[in-house]
């Protein structure tokens, strides 16, 4: 039986030196990391409040920390979580966990203990590394979650001595410090002694491609736990197809990349770690945005490749005008996770002199699946164009196995090296994602005669906010348990400077009278900040379907209407 191999017609319009396919790949992650350490050894790898560790010594710190995990009982094909903000040890964590052929769970270190609670029961994972300000979190779970191994990460210890001497406190405060850090570890192993251990044996077996390497949690559209298991193959194949994008950047020292995004994030995970590490770059870590923290870098180092989110570009436009710091020798900013208004590129690309082009992922997808060319014919409005090697139809959402008319709206339905094989230990949910081996990504988009993508609509109902994917039943069965509140719905609403906020609407009993603004305390002790509503609003009654199903789409056309005006 022949596959079928649909026409790309995208392929004609990626910019000088892209090329239209990709050599399979081979090996593992571990493989760009060597590489790099090998042809650039004493070419700073990493970055961190002006403290640098070059590729040799990373490269060290890996098999050493992999010897530490490996003594700790950790073995191939466990899963190992990481909730870790961005710091150097997360990178040593990443890299060694994958040298044991174990698999990497990366999580939200802000998330709060209930949200984490939930993902270590569908992962199961018995051993984590763990930022010193969570392990009392995890200390927490029930017996049944309870760990094995727990190591304690003080992000601290990697940053300059100047710099940690500055974050001391005077006297009395800094031993009520000291022993609110020894509570928080006690149990735990420390980093140090992880790293400690002689390094680990070549002869330690390697993992194979086709390995699995990351579980990397998405929403999905209930707000239940999914785990998109990527292997190295899917991760290997995105890097590659992300040097393959930028010709113009130079392998090796000199290349620099800023990691203001998470990498918990699949979106950050990818650009920020394994790109970065594959292009023998200098990663310049950040652990949360700070324009004045990543301006005061771009001064010596400005970046030669930065992934963000729009309203990190306008932050950091904002404040570099606001200071005078020029922003010139930025090469190439890659915008993702929500649309970019073409009113933000203008200036940006004027105060740097480089590009800022939109892209489009999922998690599912490792998770790079098309980008605008880094080239004068970037179609603003648009996601761009299918990476190489990466296949893309427009079908009938009702009936997935019929292409629908050229140019016509569709869902979009992917197939690559970077796609995956389906999420952790759901085959159902799997299943209800393929089709005939194409992936459906819930999202309805239109492609153009030159092969541009337009996102339209999308299937799914996550709220994106900030960059970050929120599900509206979480919030909406977070809202439900207060006491006054008998239903509700959420929706995302348009937001100049997030993409879209989180609103709710709620019905509570008639002739309650009701404080919106402590039923939005309520919701801050049980969500991550940014899922909370930015605004409650209390409603007659909701509109549902025949079958009662609240019609979210109702809901937000009328929330809307209501907010025209405001």
Known sequence: MTTFVPPRPWTASYAP???????PVSGSLLDIVDASARDYPDAPALQFFGRETTYRDLHAAIERAAAGLAAAGVKAGDPVAIVLPNCPQHIVAFYAVLRLGAVVVEHNPLYTPRELRKQFEDHGAKHAIVWSKVVATVQE???DLALTTLVSVDVTRAMPALTRLALRLPAAKARASREALTTTVRGATSWESIVGHAPLPRSH?????????IIQYTSGTTGAPKGAALTHRNLLSNAAQARAWVPSIVRGDGCVVYAVLPMFHAYGLTLCLTF?????????LFPKFDPDLVLDVTKKHPATFLPLVPPIADRLLTAATAKGVS???????????MALPHEL???FEAATGGYLVEGY????????????????NRVPGTVGLPLPGTECRVVDPEDPTRDVEAGAPGELV????????GYYGKPEETEAVFVDGWFRTGDIVTIDEAGFVRIVDRIKELIITGGFNVAPTEVENALRQHPDVLDAAVVGLPNEHSGEEVVAAIVVDPGTEVDVEKIRDFARGILTPYKVPRRIFVVDELPTSLIGKVLRRQVRERLLALTSGS
């Open 141 to 143: 779970f029930p017996s």
């Open 327 to 337: 922003l010139a020798g930025t090469e190439i900013a890659i915008s993702g996770a």
């Open 205 to 213: 077996p390697r993992p194979a491609t086709d390995d699995l390497a």
């Open 17 to 23: 030196g892209v090329p239209e396919d990709l050599d």
């Open 345 to 347: 590129v203008v200036p």
């Open 361 to 376: 992922g999922l998690s599912e997808c490792a998770p790079v699946l098309m980008a605008n060319p880094v080239a004068d």
């Open 276 to 284: 970065a590490m594959s292009m023998g770059a200098r990663l310049v």
């Open 414 to 421: 992917v197939r690559g090296p970077q796609v995956f094989s």
